[in-house]
């Protein structure tokens, strides 16, 4: 689809721009001028008074013409680049209301693009918004509906009862340990992940590596006697190590991290179930880390096999089986919605084979085509389900699980994303994952180790985010993260210089 915008000629309405029309075509390109062949244009009109802008916007389409008008606020004492968001926001709810007329399609989540929404709705209720007056604001402020204001409601206070102290957790800080090997590569998979087999002497570097970042910080964080709340190790499939290879690695947690007794919750991905074996889950059970994932993705063999995970449908249920046998009582099972081939018959069929297992929680993913993946650069080779039918499949999820005792937690869009749908992670309450609330409302600093961990430093007073990234590949990871993890700690020590005295949060 080709657009052509005029009337706006600062070149950062673009992305945005570019953004909302992704919300509703396949392939989209904007262009702030009128181009020839283009498939409709938008004529914008900006009259700025002071304080009060009115924003008209004539969509042109095959001798059709659509009008929207939306009129605005700005506060001028503000700095000029959120002057201009208030701008930018006006334009694109004129632009939103065309494009719905346009083609019949309605953005629930109105005029927001970004990962994620409940950050906005938290950042309301602190100020001490009353939640129907910050539903309302959210409305008018971004066209979200009554319907996803809702769910951000509800997935707020299930946060704020599994972790009563969320906004205080400014002042410890999470880590997350990125393992990068798996048995094969997925075909939609962006992690970083190398196929295990023949690369034992890359895996020993690494782990030498990843053994040296955990000492380092670990030091780092005792003497300043910070605390750490959760630990995330992810992938990668952390289990693809050898379990005597596991067995060390969380010995030197327990060794190397402070009050590691103390920890809130430790997380291991057993993500792929050919990883998982008797003995790797005594290993896990030896060090008290009792929540892992196992991932199914589709209970349907033919789409496993299509999507290059090369275990069959009866391993992830006799895997998922032996850990609960051995001890795991917080599973995480992670299904993916809009696999190739897959619709809303073999989704219910997942569904009805979830039920047999019922893990703590669930992740609902929704197919996402990442720039990088095997799958996106095949497209034409895959054939995935239609608007309609994906959010048929959201909507059969949402039903299942309500009635299945599990509620939503946390959720995160993507760009991309088959029918601009969203991931939610849904759990039986008390069952939540601390780590995936924290990453996912930012609360706190996330400290990556590992092979393509990110590090996420939230300034502790002024909440600004820095984000930090450790190199992909082993090799890169094993030349140089001697040098990775000094940086890491000139940041943490600018963040926490002062920690001694008790953050003002
Ligand atoms: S198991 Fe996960 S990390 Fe490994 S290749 Fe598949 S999607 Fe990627």
Not at 87 to 98: G, I, T
Not at 231 to 250: C, F, H, N
Not at 339 to 352: A, D, I, M, R
Not at 373 to 402: C, F, G, I, P, Q
Request: hydrophobic residues 35%; charged residues 25%; aromatic residues 8%.
């Amino acid at each position: 689809m080709r657009i052509s915008i005029t009337g706006l000629s600062d070149e950062q309405f673009k992305r945005p721009l570019q953004l909302i029309a992704n919300l509703f075509f396949e392939e989209s390109e904007v262009h702030l001028n009128r181009i020839e062949e283009d498939d409709f244009s938008v004529t914008f009109t900006l009259e700025q008074n002071v304080a009060e802008i009115n924003v008209s916007g004539i969509l042109e389409n095959d001798g059709r013409q659509l009008n929207a008008v939306h009129q605005a606020t700005v506060d001028t004492s503000l700095p000029e680049k959120e002057q201009f968001k208030a701008v930018k926001n006006a334009v694109s709810h004129v632009y939103l209301k065309l494009l719905q007329e346009l083609t019949g399609i309605k953005q629930k989540w109105g005029i927001l693009t970004g990962v994620r929404p409940t950050k906005l709705l938290h950042r309301k209720l602190r100020a001490g918004v009353k939640p129907e007056i910050a539903h309302k604001e959210l409305a008018e402020e971004y066209l979200i509906t009554p319907e996803k204001a809702q769910l951000m409601q509800q997935i707020i206070d299930r946060q704020l009862a599994a972790v009563p102290d969320l906004y205080e957790l400014k002042k410890e800080v999470s880590i997350y340990i990125g393992i990068p090997f798996c048995p094969t590569k997925c075909a939609y998979c962006t992690f970083p992940a190398y196929a295990i087999n023949g690369r034992q002497g890359s895996v020993n570097s690494f782990l030498g590596g990843l053994h040296h970042e955990m000492r380092t910080i670990g030091q780092w964080l005792k003497e300043r006697g910070i605390k750490i709340t959760t630990v995330y190790y992810g992938g990668g499939t952390p289990t693809s190590i050898t379990a005597e290879e596991m067995d060390m690695l969380y010995e030197e947690m327990y060794t190397s991290f402070p009050d590691a007794n103390q920890i809130r919750e430790i997380t291991v991905e057993a993500g792929r179930p050919d990883t998982i074996t008797a003995e790797k889950l005594e290993v896990l059970k030896k060090w008290n880390i009792h929540r892992i994932s196992v991932n199914p993705q589709s209970y349907i063999q033919e789409t496993l096999k299509a999507i290059g995970r090369h275990h069959t449908v009866q391993e992830t249920i006799d895997k998922f089986k032996l850990s609960r046998e051995m001890g795991m009582d917080n599973i995480n099972m992670d299904l993916i919605i809009g696999l190739p081939g897959e619709g809303t018959k073999e989704f219910t069929h997942t569904l009805n084979e979830t039920e047999k297992l019922m893990p703590e929680s669930l992740t609902v993913h929704t197919l996402s085509f990442k720039r990088a993946s095997e799958m996106t650069k095949n497209r034409d080779r895959y054939k995935v389900a239609d608007r309609n039918e994906v959010e048929k499949m959201m909507e059969l999820a949402e039903n299942w699980t309500r009635q299945h005792g599990y509620e939503p937690y946390y959720l995160y869009r993507q760009k991309n994303i088959l029918g601009n749908l969203e991931n939610v992670g849904y759990s039986i309450p008390g069952q939540e994952s601390i780590y995936n609330i924290i990453i996912m409302e930012e609360m706190q600093t996330i400290i990556g180790l590992g092979c393509g961990a990110a590090s996420k430093f939230v300034d502790p007073a002024k909440e600004a985010i820095t984000h930090f990234a450790n190199p992909k590949d082993p090799k890169s990871y094993n030349d140089s993260f001697a040098h990775y993890t000094n940086e890491k700690i000139k940041i943490l020590e600018q963040l926490f210089e002062n920690k001694n005295e008790p953050a003002s949060l």
